[in-house]
């Protein structure tokens, strides 16, 4: 099997005043394609730094990584929003929903700033697939102030799913919720996983 993620010998540092501060020390990872992968560790491990390093929101200072076959180690940012726009799909523990926008809005809107948007009807159709496979269809017209934080995650993972990525990144996002409904998301992530064969 194919790897989609590639890491090898990953640093990362940030320079706070005049210290330097080491979040990533050489990191290698390497993720199949369909894997499903969790990563622990305690607070200010860098588990976020390395998220966004494999999310392309990031650049390592050192070290190789190549996301699904293309070495994006040394992209500047204008390439890595594309190879971001193309490749990934992103679910926050805030659910960074658009207030204003009713749940089918939320769910395409990551298709509007494609540069190759699907036809309307089929987006459409898709919307409401993905909301049926989290269990929000009766919710389409319903704005994020509306609905519980289990609902606004569920929405938030098929906006991560919409635009068909190889790999959908999720920080912390059961980090918000309750006991029971953060076991529901992790079951429905599971889930869309075995089903749609996303990384």
């Known amino acids: 099997m194919a790897h989609l993620i590639e890491l090898s010998g990953i640093k990362k540092s940030y320079q706070l005043g005049m210290t330097e501060v080491v979040a990533l020390r050489g990191v290698d990872l390497f993720i199949d394609v369909g894997e499903f992968t969790v990563v622990t560790g ?34 500047d940012f204008d390439d890595l929003a594309d190879v971001r726009n193309q490749k990934i799909g992103f679910i926050f523990q805030n659910f960074n929903l658009i207030p204003v926008l009713n749940v089918a809005e939320n769910i395409e809107f990551p298709c509007a700033v494609r540069q190759n948007p ?20 009766e919710y389409l017209h319903h704005k994020p102030d509306e609905l519980s934080g289990g609902q606004r995650q569920r929405v938030a993972i098929a906006r991560a799913l919409i635009t068909t990525p190889r790999l959908v990144l999720a920080d912390e996002p059961t980090a918000n919720l309750d006991s029971k409904t953060s076991e529901q998301i992790i079951d429905l992530m599971l889930q869309l996983n075995r089903e749609q064969k996303v990384t």
């Open 42 to 75: 305690p607070s200010g491990s860098g588990k976020t730094t390395l998220l966004n390093i494999i999310g392309c929101l990031d650049r390592a200072s050192g070290g190789k990584y190549v996301l699904d076959g293309i070495d994006v180690s040394n992209k």
């Open 118 to 137: 699907q036809e309307a009807g089929a987006l459409r159709a898709r919307v409401e697939k993905l909301a049926e496979a989290v269990g929000l269809k």
